[in-house]
């Protein structure tokens, strides 16, 4: 006998069961890569370009593998071959506790992995709008509030859901009392919403004060702007608890609310690495230029030139123009003594061009 009557006209398949959780999977297999390697460069920005250390940085860091592990324990919990299935395609026979024990595990962690997340990013908005006093009243309100609330969702489902006595896990998800989580999930989505709408305001008042071009408010706009696909992940995750809350297909229709958390929380990182990921962009994307540029033009050269070379190539004075610099030199610095036609080779520049050249030349030795 199938767990649920299944609708009119449908027949119950044991044997060959349609599955939906192939695109969930897929999605799992892209963002935990993109997860890992956003979070590398990072933290290769924060080594090589600001050493310092903040508690921005320790949050980010515990966000990144709390997040990994989530959506770990997600896709071991699709390999028991449970959900994805309508309800009325599985027997008694088929439900063990494993599957109920993650369901658990990921209910009672959701709410304070995806708050870590978001105080990281509390914490960024703090870091770089320091001065701003009210932002720092409302980044500790936001921190307060959505760690109560997210940290009460683990005690609920804790409460409601974990066994008692002699319960089993298959046992203490058939009660009515953990039933009660379908609507605790529905509130969840919509504080979600609620918080993310919240984080993306917060920075546009700073942004739009500062005493900057134009062109580079909005591009600090586009970068925080990534935060609207975690915004649309949390709306959809909102529509689709309360699709779940709505059926008893729920095996079936929480594939898609488990896409939408794994694109919220890969979403949420997103935008913890998007100003890392301009501050490295903005220090190599000269050194890539350049080193495509020369590539370019000197094509028949067999070795490559360090991006300190190629600093330096362009400070050299060419000898064969020695003899116009020289004597364009002197009419203007009549002061200066006529020099030799030798001495074109020991030709030095002026106190500006050192100084530029010792700017320069003070610049690592990057390799393209």
């Not at 009210?134 to 409601?160: D, K, N």
């Not at 609310?257 to 903005?282: R, S």
């Not at 991006?307 to 050299?316: P, S």
Request: contains cysteine; proline residues 7%; glycine residues 4%.
């Amino acid at each position: 006998m199938p767990l649920a009557p299944p609708p009119p006209g449908v027949t119950p398949n044991f044997e060959h069961p349609a599955s939906n959780t192939w695109h969930v999977q897929v999605t799992a297999a892209i963002c935990i890569p993109l997860i890992v390697l956003l979070s590398s460069l990072r933290l290769y920005t924060q080594q090589h370009l600001y050493p310092s250390r903040t508690i921005a940085d320790y949050t980010f860091m515990l966000a990144a593998v709390w997040t990994v592990v989530y959506i770990s324990i997600l896709l071991v919990l699709l390999d028991k071959g449970l959900f994805g299935r309508h309800i009325w395609d599985l027997k008694m026979e088929d439900l063990t506790n494993t599957p109920f024990l993650l369901v658990l595990i990921l209910e009672a962690i959701y709410g304070p992995f995806v708050w870590v997340i978001k105080v990281s990013l509390f914490f960024l908005y703090r870091q770089i709008f320091h001065p701003k006093q009210y932002l720092h009243y409302l980044v500790w309100a936001g921190i307060i509030v959505t760690g109560l609330f997210y940290w009460s969702t683990l005690i609920a489902a804790i409460a409601l859901c974990a066994p008692r006595g002699d319960e089993t896990y298959i046992m203490a998800f058939a009660t009515a009392r953990c039933g009660d989580t379908k609507g605790l999930a529905v509130v969840t989505g919509a504080f979600n919403v609620l918080s993310d709408l919240y984080l993306l305001i917060i920075p546009i008042p700073p942004i739009i004060a500062l005493q900057l071009p134009r062109r580079r408010k909005i591009g600090l706009l586009i970068v925080f702007a990534t935060g609207i696909l975690a915004f649309n992940a949390s709306a959809l995750g909102l529509h689709y608890r309360i699709q779940v809350n709505r059926t008893l297909d729920d095996t079936w229709k929480v594939m898609p609310l488990y896409l939408a958390i794994i694109i919220e929380m890969t979403a949420g990182m997103a935008v913890l690495c998007m100003p890392a990921l301009a501050a490295l962009f903005k220090r190599y994307s000269p050194v890539v230029t350049a080193h495509f540029s020369r590539s370019n033009n000197s094509s028949h050269d067999t070795e490559q030139e360090t991006f300190y070379e190629m600093t330096k190539t362009r400070d050299v004075v060419n000898p064969t123009n020695a003899r116009n610099c020289q004597a364009q030199s002197s009419k203007k610095h009549a002061h200066m003594a006529t020099s030799s036609s030798d001495s074109a080779f020991e030709l030095r520049p002026h106190t500006s061009d050192s100084a530029t050249l010792a700017e320069k030349l003070d610049r690592p030795s990057i390799s393209p």
